[in-house]
């Protein structure tokens, strides 16, 4: 399948463009970015082309790969689905339901396929961990906590990003705790009350969630916390004992990222949509929003 990558910041760098560049179905057709000389730089280093015009890499590709902020990735997202590409996307999809809905709708209408990059969902053992909690039955709580220290003193290349800054972990890393809780412990209720939310140090947010199932979750982010006390985990309780994340073995993003494309491609072939599609990331986006206004 012909990619083209959007985007040449730390994320592409890191994680999109040695994905793409090393998996044996893609054709990394271009990169384009909203600074030129960046995408020159990162196209040369993937061997591959610089595109000037977004639409003209649209038009040259089966698909694209979105490194960019969330409010850049959407409208973009929506350019390229109408031009018939399929959507590799990254978290959170927007950071307006509005926007995110109409992404879904975009994406629906298009009739492309797409995949969301939530990287607990794609590395082996925390996949594998959501998977087999999701199997079992009696969930009654569960709490999922990220504990980052982007701007608490550690030498991120995540330092300067802009809206990470302005939105905090919430919006950051909360798409991250949902994923792996929403499975196992089913959709939050759409009824008032059923999240909550309040803020502690820093950016530190707590969201309190009340699920269709009956069960009850806590979420946990921060990007505020020193580098001493970062840590990512997850915890499930119920009549099943008690069920604990297991860390990433994997170093890095590359693999996970390949497996993401693997599923975009798996339902660009069969016409199924993936579980961690456009529409779990608009319902990702409605429950961040949600916590938002609860703040």
């Keep these: 399948m012909r990619f083209g990558l ?20 893609v054709d990394l057709v271009g990169v384009w970015g909203r600074r030129p000389e960046a995408a020159g730089s990162l196209a040369a280093r993937l061997e591959t082309r610089a595109y000037q015009n977004v639409d003209e890499l649209f038009g040259d590709c089966d698909a694209v790969a979105v490194a960019l902020p969330p409010d850049v990735q959407a409208p973009l997202a929506m350019r390229a689905a109408a031009a018939g590409c399929h959507l590799l996307l990254d978290k959170p999809v927007a950071t307006s339901t509005a926007v995110a809905r109409r992404l879904a709708d975009a994406v629906a209408q298009a009739g492309v396929a797409s995949v969301v990059f939530f990287t607990l969902r794609f590395a082996q053992e925390t996949a594998s961990w959501v998977a087999a909690q999701s199997a079992t039955d009696g969930w009654l709580t569960g709490r999922a906590d990220w504990f980052s220290p982007v701007f608490g003193g550690a030498d991120s290349p995540y330092a300067a990003s802009a809206w990470r800054r302005e939105k905090g972990a919430l919006w950051d890393v909360g798409p991250h705790a949902l994923s792996v ?8 209720a759409d009824e008032p009350g059923a999240i909550t939310a309040v803020r502690g140090p820093g950016d530190m947010t707590h969201v ?7 069960a009850s979750s806590v979420v946990t982010v921060s990007h505020t916390v020193p580098p001493q006390a970062s840590a990512v985990a997850a915890e499930l309780r119920g009549s099943a004992g008690v069920s604990t994340l297991p860390e990433r073995a994997e170093g890095g993003p590359v693999r996970p990222l390949q497996r993401a494309v693997d599923a975009l491609l798996d339902a660009a072939r069969t016409g ?24």
């Design 181 to 188: 809780l929403l499975p196992p412990l089913g959709d939050v």
């Design 6 to 25: 959007l985007g040449t910041g730390p994320w592409a760098e890191a994680a999109h463009g040695p994905a793409l560049a090393g998996h044996p179905e």
């Design 208 to 214: 309190v969630l009340r699920h269709v199932s009956g």
């Design 272 to 295: 199924t949509p993936h579980a961690c599609d456009v529409r779990f990331g608009l319902r990702v986006t409605e429950i961040l929003a949600a916590a938002e206004a609860a703040l």
